[in-house]
Structure formats: structure tokens, C-alpha cells
């Protein structure tokens, strides 16, 4: 789980924390002093360990792989793969949609890599078969047709399958895997 997540609702608990603190103090079932140790604890000392493990863990975990997902925005994209060359990945994105082909993303941070590239985002890694299988159809295919490009992970849950059957036929699927993301897949959709 991301701790972005848990830091919106730990912050939001703090002042909950504060009310019952001073109800008890009202009470007199607390003394002020232990109330003012309880505090420092959660308002100074909890965070500044949140903070201090959370720089542990960037500079020292983190860091051994952040460079491999960082494009050339300088944005670490964590969907990517963290033994692959992110850099190199974009490139060659852009050099495989040159033709004016439509890419779809699956992560809207990835298209700040992507300037030159038409960009079309689907969250696939966040919906269910269901949810993407009840998706309205597409009318027709791009001029230049779809690459697509997602985590191998998505192609072996039935996603990318469940996405693509989406489109309509006569098409012609063409599979290929980047040489610079191995766990990635590029799927060329065009009209026949």
C-alpha cells in the first residue's frame, strides 16, 4: 500500500485525538502532563519517525531502482518496471508512434514523457474484468491505429484481452515486447 494514502487519514484523525484529549481534561480523568506526553508523541514524535523511515526507505531501498523508472521529465513512474531503462522506454514510444499512431496509457504521468504522442489513458490496472468488459464499444479504430502499451501482468489476468475485444472487427493484433521495459508489452490493433 502507498503511504501517501495513510498519511490523508492519519492527519485527519489528529484533531478527533485533540477533542477526546480535552473532554478527558474536563473530566480530570487525565492530568495535563501525561495529556502533554501523549501529545508530543502523536503531533511531533510519530511524524518525525514517519519521516525518518520514510527517508530510509527513498534513499536507501528506493534508490537502488528509482533511476530505472524515471523518464525524461524527471518522474518516477512506479507502474514501470524497476529493472528496466525508462528513459529508453519513451523513446522508443515515441519513435513507435511517430506515424501519428494513437498511444494508450495506462498511467496519466506517463504522457508528461509522451510530448509528441497522441495519448489515450485507461486505468486497466485499476479495473475489474467486469468493469472494463461492460465499457461501451468503440465505433471504429484510429486512422493509424493503437498501440498499446501495459505491463505483461495485465495480459495474463485476461485485461488487455477483455479491453481489446472492445474495438471493433475486422482488426489485426500484433504483439511485441520492449526491449527496454522486459515485463512490458506493445500491442499494434490496426485495420486490416
Not at 98 to 104: C, P, S, V
Amino acid at each position: 500500500m502507498d503511504a501517501r494514502l495513510i498519511r490523508c487519514a492519519a492527519i485527519a484523525t489528529l484533531p478527533w485525538i485533540l477533542s477526546i484529549s480535552l473532554n478527558l481534561i474536563r473530566q480530570q480523568r487525565i492530568r495535563v502532563k501525561s495529556l502533554g506526553w501523549v501529545s508530543l508523541m502523536l503531533f511531533i514524535v510519530g511524524p518525525a519517525l514517519y519521516g525518518a523511515a520514510t527517508l530510509v526507505d527513498k534513499s536507501l531501498i528506493r534508490s537502488a531502482y528509482a533511476a530505472n523508472q524515471t523518464g525524461t521529465s524527471g518522474i518516477r513512474h512506479d507502474v514501470l518496471d524497476t529493472d528496466g531503462n525508462a528513459t529508453e522506454f519513451f523513446a522508443e514510444l515515441e519513435r513507435l508512434t511517430a506515424d501519428k499512431r494513437l498511444i494508450l496509457i495506462i498511467d496519466p504521468a506517463m504522457q508528461l514523457d509522451l510530448p509528441n504522442s497522441r495519448i489515450f489513458m485507461e486505468h486497466l490496472h485499476l479495473r475489474t474484468n467486469e468493469q472494463l468488459a461492460a465499457k461501451q464499444s468503440y465505433n471504429h479504430l484510429p486512422e493509424n491505429g493503437i498501440l498499446i502499451a501495459a505491463p505483461s501482468d495485465l495480459m495474463h489476468d485476461g485485461k488487455l484481452d477483455t479491453y481489446m475485444e472492445l474495438f471493433p472487427e475486422p482488426k489485426i493484433v500484433r504483439q511485441d515486447s520492449s526491449s527496454f521495459m522486459p515485463d512490458w508489452e506493445l500491442i499494434y490493433i490496426d485495420t486490416p
